[in-house]
Every structure is written in structure tokens, then in C-alpha cells.
């Protein structure tokens, strides 16, 4: 729990440190709570979000999942 405060207080600007950048970056689970409390933050100040970078990976894996249903007639 202490990791994400840091990363929300890091993200406000309010700690810094090259300790924390490291871990940051070594870290797959604090990478995506980075990627989610940016949007977050971007939705609730009405600004503009963009789409991950792994848009087209996941939508991929989802079209390729897709049952196609013929029409009948």
C-alpha cells in the first residue's frame, strides 16, 4: 500500500528521488497505477484521454476471439 500513496504523491509532485523512479520503472504493477491514475485524473479534469499504448494488442486478441454469426434467412 505504501508503493501507491508514494506514486500518488510522486505524480502530484509532492516526492521526488531517484529511489522511487527506480522502482517505478521496474515495476509492471506501478506502471500500469501510473497509466490509471493519469486517465483517471485526465477524465476528471475534462481533458482529453488517449489510448494506451496496447490498444491495438488488446483489441486484436478481441477480434480474434469474435464468434462471427451468419444472417439467416
Not at 488517449?50 to 462471427?68: P, V
Amino acid at each position: 500500500m505504501q508503493q501507491k500513496e508514494t506514486l500518488s504523491a510522486y505524480m502530484d509532485g509532492q516526492a521526488n528521488g531517484t529511489e522511487f523512479a527506480d522502482t517505478l520503472t521496474n515495476s509492471p504493477e506501478l506502471k500500469a497505477k501510473w497509466a490509471s491514475y493519469h486517465t483517471i485524473r485526465n477524465v476528471m479534469q475534462g481533458e482529453e484521454v488517449l489510448l494506451s499504448a496496447d490498444f491495438s494488442a488488446k483489441m486484436g486478441a478481441l477480434l480474434e476471439n469474435e464468434t462471427i454469426e451468419s444472417a439467416q434467412e
